[in-house]
């Protein structure tokens, strides 16, 4: 530990997540790994300046954070609203920067493949924040998929309850998620990623196909979405992802079905449902269920997600430390980018199904 290199970061948009999530995380890991320090922040609102830790120094313009420190630094936070998050990381990488980006990547396909291919080009690491990966009952379904306990993983619903859009922090645009130019989309390309990450492990690969449906209750004062459904085939099986920001409540209920069991998630709670059949019964094969229930303590309600950033931000120096540029997460997050903009395409043209290609497109 005491020999070990700080990576130096700069957190570029000091709203809601960075202020909150990433950076009480930073300074703790600065204070008991010193493994990472965060030595500037930006954002375009100077009144952001008063929740900035002593000794951090502050810039409300990201090329002139860079044009000053980028000789001390070796990577960049991006955390500001999706649209912008495309320029910052592009600039970021190109100026030989690794790249930590907060969901989603990018708002649009090609953005996402260039980006990709920047991060490939200049050998530099490009990383989504894909925190949900790092809940801890998300971790328990993990051991149960891996154990082999329900066997092959076919179908999945993941549905995502919210009594409202996140709102970001209120000296900005506490609404940005609402309006398409900020946001790119709706509530699918806000939250999707999670759902759409958590589909690729559960199922073993990307989908093949996205039929989709979407409502928003605002309009017109909103131009995005606010309820969105969609089924994705897999080669495997499908998935039926469900997003709500009028559901009343917050919560997440995923469900899992294998060839020889199931699981149901309802934020901590969890019920493994495995499955065997009573010889004895005169019927043929009688379906019984052994059911096992418990909780796995997992802080769904603290939407910074502060605890699940520590396990997230190590993957992020491990790829680091291994050169691993075309690493597993940043193809995951350009396959959400993928599966959310044909999701919108099918939404515009009646739901119609439709293809998605399952290989990184190369240039
Ligand atoms: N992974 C998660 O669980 C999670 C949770 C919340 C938010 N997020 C993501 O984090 C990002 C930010 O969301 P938020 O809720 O913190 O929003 P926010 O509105 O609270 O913060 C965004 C900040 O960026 C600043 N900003 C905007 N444009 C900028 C620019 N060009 N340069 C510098 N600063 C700029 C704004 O002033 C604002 O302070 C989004 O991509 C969102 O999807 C992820």
């Known amino acids: 530990m005491e020999n070990q290199k700080i990576l130096k970061g700069a957190i570029v948009g000091f709203g809601f997540i960075s202020s909150k999530g990433h950076m009480p995380a930073y300074a703790d890991r600065f204070k008991n790994l010193r493994d990472v320090e965060i030595i500037a922040i930006c954002d375009i609102c100077p009144e952001r300046i008063s929740d900035v830790p002593d000794g951090v120094r502050f810039y409300s313009d990201y090329q002139e954070l860079l044009a000053k420190e980028i000789d001390g630094l070796d990577f960049l936070d991006v955390s500001t609203h999706a649209a912008d998050h495309y320029k910052i990381a592009k600039m970021g990488l190109e100026l030989g920067l690794h790249v930590l980006c907060e969901k989603p990547l990018t708002t649009s396909i090609a953005e996402a493949k260039d980006l990709i291919q920047t991060a490939i080009t200049c050998k530099r690491v490009l990383f989504p924040c894909h925190n949900y990966k790092h809940a801890p009952v998300v971790n328990a379904i993990r051991e149960v998929v891996e154990s082999g ?46 759902s759409l990450y958590l589909t690729f492990e559960w199922l073993g690969g990307y989908p093949k196909s996205v039929t989709a449906s979407s409502q928003n209750f605002s309009f017109p004062k909103y131009d995005t979405e606010d309820n969105f459904s969609a089924v994705y085939e897999f080669e495997s099986g499908f998935a039926n992802v469900h997003l709500s920001w009028t559901a009343g409540v917050r919560k997440v209920i995923y469900t899992l079905q294998g060839e020889k069991g199931a699981i149901t998630v309802d934020d901590d709670q969890v019920q493994l449902a495995i499955l065997h059949s009573d010889e004895n019964e005169s ?81």
Not at 157 to 177: C, Q, S, V, Y
Not at 334 to 352: D, G, R, T
């Open 283 to 363: 019927s043929s094969h009688k379906a019984m269920w052994n059911n096992e229930f418990y909780s796995v303590t997992s802080d769904w309600m603290d939407s910074s997600h502060v605890s699940w950033f520590n396990s997230m931000f190590d993957k992020f120096k491990t790829a680091i430390d291994q050169n691993d540029f075309e690493n597993k997460e940043i193809m995951d997050a350009y396959f959400c980018i993928q599966s959310i903009m044909k999701a919108y395409e099918s939404i515009e043209n009646n739901s119609i199904k439709l293809s998605l290609e399952n290989n990184f497109p190369r240039i």
């Open 149 to 194: 306990k329900i066997g092959k993983v076919k179908a999945i619903t993941l549905n995502t309850f919210r009594n409202t859009h996140a709102i970001g922090t209120k000296e900005w645009m506490p609404d940005w998620r609402r309006h398409k130019e900020y946001s790119g989309g709706g509530i699918a390309m806000d939250h999707g990623s999670h």
